[in-house]
């Protein structure tokens, strides 16, 4: 699985392995490692056709 242009440093392209401790996102170009919630919000936009900012939910 690749992001291309995603990375939230460098804007380079990331992409998903893992290790003895699980799956992760990698940055190609730079090895930026995403964070957890980076990761969520990364696979969130991937299922929407707009990349817009989410909705404010009402509490
Ligand atoms: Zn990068």
Redesign the pocket.
């Known amino acids: 699985m690749f992001w291309f242009q995603a ?6 392209d ?1 992409f998903r392995t893992q290790d003895l401790y699980g799956s992760y996102i990698a ?6 490692i995403l964070t957890e919630g980076e990761e969520r919000a990364l696979e969130h936009a991937e299922g929407q056709d707009l990349p817009s900012q989410e909705p404010s939910l009402a509490r």
Not at 7 to 12: I, L, N, S, V, Y
Not at 27 to 32: L, P, V
């Open positions: 990375c939230p440093r460098c804007q380079g990331l940055c190609i170009q730079c090895g930026y």
